[in-house]
């Protein structure tokens, strides 16, 4: 069974800090990761994507996460955060067999200038 | 158009009517995807098509909820004898590819369903 946890419903940070959204996951098989952004009135984008390879995963607007495997966790993080990041933040994991996406709940994210 | 598309963009309905939510993916997106988003959750899968065809129908909750794509382009969703329950948002989402995909869906900006 797929699934995925987001166990911050908010993280708040100052503009200018580093930020973290965390993300635990629980897969069959090898995990195929992703992070997507809401905006408000807008549609979900996609940000970055572990499928295999290097740990640490870079994607857009400076964004990176980083994969752990003994930790089962997919953490987002930006090294100095911005007001314009202020969205809401999903995890995702994708299926075996490409078909869907298990979402977490996600996490809102609040940078205060 | 540039993206996906969706309309109605807020719908209200009776509890017992039917709705028909449409989705105009991004022309050539072989894969697409229907979402439900309750408030404050994450999307939940409702089915898959690639093409025309359907190939995961596995999280309809119910069978008041089918789904189309006919000429593998838009594609509607309908709900018959709406319930409560059935307020959400429904979200459409596209691929370029399909069966092993890339992963990087195009999102529309959804159908906000409430009923009453």
């Known amino acids: 069974a797929q699934s995925v946890a987001q166990p911050e419903d908010q993280v708040n940070v100052a503009e200018g800090n580093p930020l973290t959204v965390k993300c635990t996951y629980s897969?069959?098989?090898?995990?195929?990761l992703f992070w997507y952004v809401q905006y408000p009135n807008r549609g979900l984008q996609f940000l970055l994507k572990?499928?295999?390879?290097?740990?640490l995963v870079k994607g857009s607007y400076g964004f990176e996460a980083e994969f752990n495997k003994s930790q089962t966790s997919f953490h987002l993080k930006k090294p100095s955060a911005l007001v314009s990041d202020s969205a809401l933040y999903f995890c995702?994991?994708?299926?075996?067999?490409?078909?869907?996406?298990?979402f977490g709940s996600g996490t809102k994210l609040n940078v205060k200038p | 158009g540039a993206g996906v598309s969706q309309s109605p963009r807020y719908k209200v309905a009776k509890r017992g009517q039917d709705v028909a939510l449409r989705c105009d993916p991004i022309?050539?997106?072989?894969?697409l995807f229907w979402y439900q988003q309750a408030l404050g959750q994450g999307p939940e899968f409702l089915t898959y098509?690639?093409?025309?065809?359907?190939?995961?129908k596995s999280g309809l909750p119910s069978d008041r909820f089918f789904a189309e794509r006919p000429e593998g382009s838009v594609s509607t969703l309908k709900i018959q004898r709406t319930q409560q329950e059935d307020s959400a948002v429904y979200l459409c989402?596209?691929?370029?590819?399909?069966?092993?995909?890339?992963?990087?869906?195009?999102f529309g900006e959804g159908s906000r369903l409430t009923v009453l």
């Open positions: 989402a596209g691929e370029p590819s399909g069966g092993e995909g890339t992963g990087e869906l195009f």
């Open positions: 897969v069959s098989g090898n995990p195929y």
């Open positions: 572990y499928i295999t390879g290097d740990n």
């Open positions: 098509f690639q093409n025309e065809a359907q190939l995961d």
């Open positions: 995702a994991v994708m299926a075996y067999n490409f078909n869907k996406f298990y």
């Open positions: 022309s050539g997106h072989v894969s």
